[in-house]
């Protein structure tokens, strides 16, 4: 017995049998999750997703010369003008790569402002130069002798006056002086300090605040005399 014949289409072949295809309809459907349950909080419902909202990042500008440094400067007139007189200037569009800190973009691109900041740029090695005047003032301010030298600075600057009161009671009434005060000499700062102009500027920020525990003390001695 002769199978029967399929039918030849228009080209003379025999066509071929479609093959069943995995559809989606053809699948299981998943079982329902409800997005909301009742009684949990909206914050908690299972298609909230956990994360942080954070702040765009404008700290790392990146500038179209490498030879330049970025930084956000505080737009009070006094702060701006000592920039200025740093060095530093304005950033405009032209030294920011292009697609960065669209929403700072003021004024046609002549400045960038975010809030109270405006950032400015400064020759790099300006910058990366007073940086290391920072670590090595840190550095010296770290070393042992250093710190006593201080020590003795602010004693002159807190107690000098009140201590030669006491000394002069004392001496007149024939008892040795309560206490001395060693003075520092800025040569004896190590590196960087050795600058007097550069050691005093740093001491006296070290050194403005007055002790007045140690000054109630001197005032016991004196009243004891």
Not at 143 to 148: K, N, P
Request: charged share 25%; no cysteine.
């Amino acid at each position: 017995m002769e199978s029967p014949k399929q039918p030849a289409n228009a080209t003379g072949s025999i066509p071929t049998p479609a093959v069943p295809t995995m559809t989606s309809a053809s699948l299981i459907p998943p079982d329902p999750t409800p997005l909301h349950r009742p009684g949990i909080p909206a914050e908690l419902q299972e298609d909230i997703v956990a994360r942080p909202m954070t702040l765009p990042d404008f700290v790392d500008v990146p500038l179209v010369n490498p030879n330049l440094a970025a930084r956000w400067i505080f737009t009070d007139r006094r702060r701006f003008s000592q920039a200025k007189a740093q060095g530093w200037r304005v950033a405009k569009k032209t030294d920011v790569k292009p697609g960065y800190l669209s929403p700072y973009e003021e004024e046609g691109g002549t400045k960038y402002v975010n809030g109270d900041l405006i950032l400015m740029v400064i020759d790099r090695k300006i910058y990366l130069g007073a940086l290391r005047y920072k670590h090595q003032v840190a550095a010296a301010f770290a070393d042992a002798a250093v710190q006593r030298r201080i020590s003795a600075g602010r004693a002159v600057n807190d107690l000098g006056s009140e201590v030669a009161a006491v000394n002069a009671q004392r001496a007149r009434q024939g008892a040795d002086p309560l206490m001395t005060v060693f003075t520092p000499g800025a040569a004896d700062l190590p590196g960087v300090m050795a600058d007097p102009a550069v050691a005093g500027k740093e001491l006296g920020r070290m050194g403005g605040s007055r002790e007045t525990g140690t000054l109630a003390d001197l005032a016991k001695q004196v009243d004891k005399t």
